[in-house]
């Protein structure tokens, strides 16, 4: 409209000088057409500009990684936790401490009392509310969680779970990308204070700021750049170092535009996620997510006031201002913003004054990746590709809540790494020549609590729990025994074995002769015995009166999905697996001869919190209940008196460990897998080269889960008595039954009917039996 | 003819068993669980598997057996879920688990009985289903 008329009035200025009617008429259509096809060309211009800048936009919005989030800590009375464990979680979901906790994620720790308020948060069943409550502690488990509204009791509380990392869009770009709610108002507030004060009045630019900003600078005091945060978002998308006024002019259209089709909270977001922040070799630092775990090595959430003015304040010059290269710089540059805030209203005075002296809180070196979990990730992230399609795990915004428990993580990787240094100090080792890997599960459900696939957690590479395949050892004997034990008319824990020397000739293999780890040969050894103290002899000869194909079936049932070659060498345990898989076979042990698949995920849902999916537990029985028990009752004797003896300088007996140590020739390989009530865990110790470590199962691999299992409060492994069991007293030497008395006797639990019925010598049958005895003999 | 009567004169025989075996089963139990927290989840598992929200309530059993990983009863519980929702060899496996840890409970052992039987059935093994409700009946 005002175009046509600015038209009219050159068709005016122009009348005076022309004469001719005709000409006059031709020029004014050629005007028109002229004015018209501008218009037209800038219409065009606006609408191709529009398209770019919605697509860009588009794009960094809708390309959502999967979001991964550790299990969530059940709070109720009764549960086993210290109030410092439970701060621990805290600190970790970003919650902050405060003098009078009253904000959702904010908390109060008084010695035996915590006060919080927890976070709300959608799981795939239904809603938790915000929950202002007060937990209290008795001795080492929480007492009373209640209201503090109204001190009514509170049965079960479920806290918000951790974040733990994110299945990224695009092959190396790592983001973190955050959500709106999920960063901290005092970002976002430094963030408005210092760069756009009227970001929430303005419609993509601002003729105020740029006058300002234009006096700012002359008068020599500029804080302030004349962009709003929408053009500089524009910006951002179309990196070139150009400074034109077609560019500059260029971004105020597209900021409007963007302001015409979004809403501010919308180009907020993306801003926070879009935004340079540094550099790190070849690798550019985008958003705010990243740059928090790149320079302070934690989640966004839980930045301070002081580092999310470090962060804002870097916006203007990242390489300038950078905190590692020109702290000082930096720190300066720091204080302004809060000065800055402070002169807002954003913040007191007393807050200024104690951010200015707070450290800048940047960590030396940049953590490598951008979850604290890539190992466990890298489980989830394959589990979860059996069901999903890579790109929906990189763009659909899906919500993946897996198993992970951050405490038993932190005391998993603390263990391997002090431990294996301290072997290597100990033993003489090489420094750094060592390396591990474990997984934690639990007993009963089997999920994954914990995995470490190395000594650097943090490395993104070669993780070991799932991908080093090695030979096993002897954490193959169980399965053998096992065999056996199903067998009870044959076998029992008391029957005795040969453990005499042993020579396999078998036509087209080399001859074969296993010895024991001691060189020396027991003779005539009771099953228990065998198993308890790893006699390689016995459990070799014993393997083959079964059958290498019955031993790998069995194998198989507990487990194992892979085509074994079944060698004879099988039975000591040649053929390689993964921590992984040496779990999933000793979780069936551990949960009575039940199968459960390991998971490390419990449920998806998508973007909008609706199920997706769950991966229920599932259990299927493989062992009888008497074999299984049989067996367990026999690992326990590992630790109890065999190779695993050692496990008592950091558990108290009480928690009946069932395990077994492995070690592999030339001592290349060291595993120990055990379990207690509630936990089960498999270590492996060794060189990537594949060269000796110089340790056995107990003295490496054991003493990481002994280390390990001493920081988690552990149940006492208690095995409930099947039917069918009975319990009757054993000469051990001579395998026959004795009674409760006669030197060196040991009651032993039997299937049913399978004891021996000949007695020792000082047993029921012998002739200088009390008359006592010949009565229970007689009654029996 | 014969085939057919061969099918369905023990499949009679079954349900005629389990219907003598399911009703007088049940007497009112004492409390599933010495923790609030675990009663509070039943209560929640009750609600949802009263309002057909089967895949919910074993998610709420699943939570509950984090708590009480060796409580018979949540094992049984969780059974049933799979039972009504047809997944029969899930049935069978949780409520033989659930034996494992229900020790000198009969009533609750019978019942876990009753579950493998109606599972067995349920997948056409009736001669298997006969067993169990045998095994029921002894407990």
């Known amino acids: 409209m005002k175009l046509y008329k600015f038209l009219r009035f050159g068709k005016k200025a122009r009348r005076k000088k022309t004469t001719s009617n005709r000409r006059r008429l031709t020029k004014r259509k050629f005007l028109l057409a002229a004015s018209l096809a501008v218009l037209l060309l800038a219409a065009m211009y606006i609408i191709y500009l529009d398209f770019t800048v919605r697509t860009r936009f588009e794009g960094r919005r809708f390309a959502l990684p999967a979001r991964v989030y550790a299990r969530p800590l059940e709070l109720y009375p009764g549960l086993k936790l210290k109030p410092a464990e439970l701060v621990a979680e805290l600190e970790l979901l970003g919650y902050r401490e405060a003098a009078a906790s009253r904000e959702p994620g904010s908390y109060r720790w008084r010695n035996q009392l915590v006060e919080l308020v927890s976070r709300p948060f959608t799981y795939g069943d239904g809603a938790q509310e915000a929950t202002s409550l007060r937990v209290t502690f008795g001795s080492d488990r929480v007492k009373a969680l209640q209201r503090r509204a109204d001190n009514s009791a509170i049965e079960l509380l479920r806290l918000d779970p951790a974040l733990i990392g994110g299945i990224y869009p695009g092959n190396n770009e790592d983001r973190v990308l955050v959500r709106r709610d999920e960063v901290p108002q005092l970002l976002v507030d430094a963030l408005i204070a210092v760069e756009d004060v009227r970001f929430y009045a303005h419609r993509g630019i601002d003729p105020r700021g740029i006058a300002r900003a234009l006096v700012m600078t002359v008068s020599g005091k500029s804080v302030q750049g004349g962009s709003t945060l929408t053009q500089q978002l524009v910006k951002n998308f179309f990196l070139s170092a150009e400074r034109t006024v077609r560019r500059k002019l260029n971004e105020m259209i597209m900021a409007l535009l963007l302001e015409v089709h979004y809403s501010k909270e919308e180009i907020l977001e993306t801003y926070l996620n879009e935004v340079y922040l540094g550099q790190d070799g070849n690798r550019a630092i985008h958003g705010f997510g990243l740059a928090s775990s790149f320079f302070f090595d934690k989640p966004l959430m839980q930045i301070d006031l002081a580092e999310a003015a470090l962060l804002v304040g870097m916006l203007k010059g990242p390489a300038y201002y950078s905190p590692r290269r020109h702290p000082q710089r930096a720190q300066e540059r720091r204080n302004l913003v809060l000065g800055e805030m402070a002169e807002a209203g954003f913040i007191t005075d007393q807050q200024l004054l104690a951010g200015r002296i707070t450290p800048l809180g940047v960590v030396e070196r940049p953590p490598r990746g951008t979850s604290p979990y890539p190992a466990f990730l890298s489980l989830v992230h394959r589990q979860l590709r059996r069901d999903y399609r890579d790109e929906d795990l990189r763009s659909e915004g899906l919500q993946v809540f897996t198993t992970l428990d951050p405490w038993v993580q932190r005391s998993a990787e603390s263990a391997l790494g002090k431990q294996l240094q301290r072997l290597e100090q100990g033993r003489g080792i090489a420094a750094d020549s060592l390396q591990g890997a474990l997984l934690v599960t639990d007993t009963q459900n089997g999920e994954v609590q914990a995995l470490v696939g190395g000594r650097d957690p943090r490395f993104e590479g070669f993780n070991r729990a799932l991908d080093a395949h090695r030979p096993i050892g002897s954490l193959i004997k169980p399965v053998v025994f096992l065999t056996a034990l199903q067998q009870p008319q044959s076998y029992t824990l008391a029957t005795l074995l040969d453990d005499s020397p042993l020579l396999l000739q078998q036509p087209g293999t080399d001859d074969w002769q296993p010895q024991n780890y001691d060189k020396e040969f027991h003779g005539q050894v009771p099953l228990r015995m065998a198993l308890a103290r790893s006699y390689n002899v016995s459990t070799a000869r014993l393997g083959l009166q079964l059958g290498v194909p019955s031993v790998l079936d069995n194998l198989r049932r507990l487990g194992v999905d892979h085509e074994l070659p079944g060698y004879a060498a099988s039975l000591l345990g040649a053929d390689a697996f993964s921590p992984l898989e040496v779990a999933q076979i000793y979780q069936t042990l551990a949960g009575g001869g039940f199968r459960t698949p390991l998971r490390a995920i419990r449920e998806v849902l998508t973007f909008d919190g609706l199920p997706l999916q769950r991966y229920p537990l599932a259990v299927e029985q493989v062992v009888d209940a008497p074999s299984s028990y049989l067996l367990v009752t026999a690992l326990q004797d590992v630790v109890r008196q065999g190779t695993a003896q050692g496990l008592h300088r950091y558990l108290p007996a009480e928690l009946g460990i069932a395990g077994k140590t492995g070690t592999t020739d030339d001592f290349r390989d060291s595993w120990f897998a055990g379990f207690s009530g509630d936990r089960l865990g498999v270590v492996w110790v060794g060189r990537d080269d594949n060269q000796p470590a110089g340790l056995t199962g107990a003295s490496g691999a054991m003493t990481v889960w002994a280390e390990m299992m001493a920081g988690l409060a552990l149940e006492p492994l208690i095995l409930p008595v099947p039917d069918g069991i009975e319990r009757v007293w054993i000469d051990p030497q001579s395998g026959l039954r004795s009674v409760a008395g006669c030197p060196d006797a040991v009651e032993l639990p039997f299937v049913a009917g399978s004891a021996p019925a000949e007695s020792a010598p000082c047993g029921p049958g012998f002739k200088g039996n009390s008359l006592k005895n010949w009565f229970e003999r007689i009654f029996r | ?139």
């Open chain 2, 1 to 139: 003819m014969m085939i057919a009567a061969r099918r369905t004169v023990p499949l009679v025989l079954i349900l005629l068993l389990a219907s003598c075996a399911v009703v007088p089963s049940t007497p009112p139990r004492p409390e599933a669980s010495s923790n609030p927290a675990v009663v509070a989840l039943l209560d929640r598992v009750h609600s949802q598997a009263a309002a057909g929200e089967l895949e919910q309530a074993g998610a709420s059993l699943e939570r509950a057996l984090r708590i009480e990983p060796r409580n018979a009863l949540l094992w049984q519980e969780l059974a049933r879920v799979r039972l009504d929702q047809g997944l029969y060899r899930q049935a069978e496996s949780l409520a033989a688990k659930s034996n494992g840890f229900a020790a000198g409970d009969r009533t609750l052992r019978a019942e876990n009985w009753r579950i493998i039987g109606q599972a067995r059935s349920g997948q056409g093994d009736y001669r298997g289903a006969q067993t169990a409700f045998e095994r029921a009946e002894r407990e």
